[in-house]
């Protein structure tokens, strides 16, 4: 038990690396992604519950509407209990990026940008990139043919690359950056396709197009609000680097 | 961070005549029935599109400036903006009078002079016989590297904008937030400029989105009429 409750709380080293966004702009064909700290695990349900009894103003009868939408932690028994059909140790969800991004400052953290969740994604168990693999993509699409409200206790599988648990297969997971994906009214390289509200139609100008997961992460990010919350969106938590001594 | 101020204090302050249903929606899910019923019941004026926008309720009705911070107000929000005078603000310090509000950025040759050109016209219909009414313009770049208070003032300047006009910059995390409660999606590209969509959003006295336009033209009389009842 000891050994299940120090993955939950600890943090990975993840990268430098090299992402490729599946829309490039020009000039954005790769992005450097410096080396960051990652959790290892989601965070779960009783994490989450330990804050917001220490946050009461992330209590589902306390935040305001402008934070989270009516479904926020509406899994839970109550706004201070968890009941026994939620798993505590499962990924939280339900939870808005407003939410996240709380429970993240209150640990001195910060949620993951884009490209730094999808640079840790893209592992498999044994390579950093494994983005072209067909087999890691198609354990990926694997998830998708599982019911949506099915989880597991996080940090149940084998980790990547990094020594991150659950990226796919649990629980989708909010992203700092989650209103860049993808904006086309003031592309001034038109010509390319409006993603933002024909998913899938921009597909040929992706830059890999075998990368399905990726589309319907795109896809899922470009329809959510800062105040969404869904019984499948849960997140965790990033930090920088401590900064070397000069 | 920002960390909301709790609404529990609606629960035990009556609220004025004039509440409809959109101000039960900005209370916690599990108030305490009786305080706050609403005391009159007004069927929504708009049809039922216009409330397909997440981001936007158009039935809330606004309150006194002098009422608390509601759940649903922006100014719940901690952020500190700077002027094109290099005066800091609060965001909140705009509760009390109608805002309009965009994220735009100065150097953008594109979609930002449309922006503008859509928030003056709108100003421009709601003031009366050339009499400017009371409201606030927030204009809030999300370019905070190059917007400095001096590039504001002379984008301010080069459009002839009045007092009312408030040209501001915010760190980049605060602009995220404000992108985000006014629903405005953007992503700087390698080349220095921003992919952005253009959003102008109408807040109430209180802070709440009470109207919101992504695009040009097609919904900018229905933010007048609904800026035009907000001033009223």
Known sequence: ?246 | MTSPRIVLMLLTVPLVLGITNCEEQVLPPDHVPGLDEPVEEVEPNEPAEAHADPHCDPDKEHLAASEPILGASVYQLDISLTDQDGETAALADFQGEPVVAALIYTTCTTACPMILNEVESIVDAVDEDGKPAKIKVLLISMDPERDTPEALKAYRDFHQLDERYVLARADEAQVREIAAVLGTRYRQLPSGDYNHSPVIALLDAQGQLTGRMEGFGQQRGELVERLRDLVE
């Open chain 1, 1 to 246: 038990m000891k050994i299940f409750l120090l993955v939950l709380a600890s943090m990975t080293t993840v990268g430098p690396g090299l992402w490729r966004p599946l829309y490039p702009a020009e000039g954005e064909e790769e992005i450097t992604v410096p080396a960051f700290e990652l959790d290892e695990a989601a965070v779960t349900h009783r994490q989450f519950l330990e804050f917001v009894q220490e946050h009461p103003e992330w209590r589902r009868d306390n935040v305001g509407s402008l934070f989270a939408d009516e479904g926020y932690l509406d899994s839970w028994a109550g706004p201070g209990e968890l009941g026994s059909s939620v798993g505590r140790g499962h990924p939280v969800s339900g939870v808005s990026w407003w939410a996240a991004r709380a429970y993240c400052s209150s640990r001195d953290a910060r949620l993951p940008t884009e490209a730094e969740w999808e640079l840790a994604a893209q592992a498999s168990t044994e390579e950093a990139d494994a983005s072209e693999d067909p087999e890691h993509l198609a354990q990926i699409l694997a998830w998708y043919s599982r019911p949506g409200n099915q989880t597991d206790p996080v940090a149940h599988s084998e980790p990547n690359f990094w020594g991150v648990y659950d990226l796919h297969g649990q629980v989708w997971e909010w992203v700092d950056d989650y209103a860049s994906a993808l904006v086309a009214n003031d592309n001034r390289e038109d010509g390319t396709v409006d993603i933002t509200r024909f998913c899938g139609a921009g597909a040929i100008t992706a830059s890999l197009k075998i990368d399905y997961a990726a589309f319907m992460r795109i896809a899922f990010r470009s329809s959510l609000q800062a105040d969404s919350t869904t019984r499948n969106l849960g997140f965790r938590c990033a930090r920088d680097l401590p900064k070397e001594a000069p």
